[in-house]
């Protein structure tokens, strides 16, 4: 038998021989970390699973890669999502594994064998420990992801002003992001209420650049695929001499100060070239 395979054995015979002692020191270090944010007994749960695991992939060997500890990552990857989920620091979701290693600390009077073992699962802890920080970050990237991703749903609202009208309020910077959401919103919203006139309001917008300006463009002219008219509302004096300056052409594209004008305009239009509108306004 190797030095390897002994060591190995030995780890195991330490972490099983005394499983329950163990655990619990296990679970009592990592809940002083939590500050009770976490349940004594779903704490328990989770590192008793966790603990049963390892033990288990420790008899095939160290490779924490292993298919052997397949079980034991799928445990810390749901530790470590669940974790970034309830708002946990990574200091408090890497303790959870790091404190592993106080367990087996050696004294002046631990054999050699032993002090070797506890260097073997040290190792094998840091990778683990490591595995579980770069897991929880992911997973907070994600929901910061999908956080933006809601929050950009709500801060490009398509509102209904009149039958046969629709705007679309925008406020703070217009990038390609933000462009593809109101694009896809607004057309929606054209189909679902039959509208085919649109005013995209841009007097929230504190600026207009030529990359503003080519977004707000893509926008006008997809509403017109659609078969509506867009009108540009909210051209306060400031932007109109940045667009002259940029040299920024906005064509056919109907634009005007505020929206109560563009809003004026679009009624104008659905009452002389709507016949609808026309023959109820003329009851």
């Known amino acids: 038998m190797t030095a390897e395979r002994r060591g190995s054995e030995r780890l195991v ?3 099983s021989g005394q499983e329950e002692k163990l655990v619990g020191q296990w679970i009592e270090g990592v809940s002083h970390t939590l500050r009770g944010r976490l ?29 052997a ?15 970034a989920r309830q708002g946990f620091t990574p200091t408090e979701t890497a303790t959870a594994v790091f404190a592993l290693k106080d367990l087996l600390a050696p004294s002046s009077e631990t054999a050699q064998e032993d002090i070797t073992a506890y260097l073997r699962l040290n190792r094998l802890v840091d990778a683990l420990g490591l595995f579980t920080v770069e897991t929880y970050a992911k ?3 994600e929901i910061i992801g999908s956080q933006a991703e809601q929050l950009l749903e709500l801060s490009t609202p398509v509102v209904k002003l009149w039958d046969g009208v629709v705007a679309v309020p925008l406020v703070g910077t217009l990038d390609s992001a933000r462009t593809q959401v109101v694009m896809e919103k607004l057309l929606q919203t054209l189909v679902d209420t039959g509208s085919d006139q649109a005013i995209i309001d841009i007097t929230g917008v504190p600026a207009v650049d030529t990359e503003v300006a080519q977004h707000l463009l893509k926008t006008v002219v997809a509403a017109r695929l659609m078969g509506a008219e867009c009108t540009i509302s909210g051209i ?13 052409q906005f064509g056919d594209i109907v634009t005007k100060a505020t929206l109560a004008d563009a809003l004026k305009h679009a009624l104008r239009r659905l009452g002389t070239e709507n016949p609808a509108v026309a023959a109820r306004s003329a009851r």
């Open 139 to 141: 997973t907070r990237e």
């Open 69 to 83: 500890f397949s079980e034991v990552r799928a445990l810390l990857t749901e530790l470590s999502r669940n974790r």
């Open 236 to 248: 306060r004096p400031q932007i109109a001499q940045t667009i002259v300056a940029l040299g920024i």
């Open 39 to 67: 349940s004594a007994g779903e704490l328990g749960h989770e590192l008793r699973e966790l603990y049963a695991a390892l033990v288990a992939a420790l008899r095939s060997g160290e490779d924490w890669r292993a298919e």
């Open 13 to 15: 015979d330490l972490l």
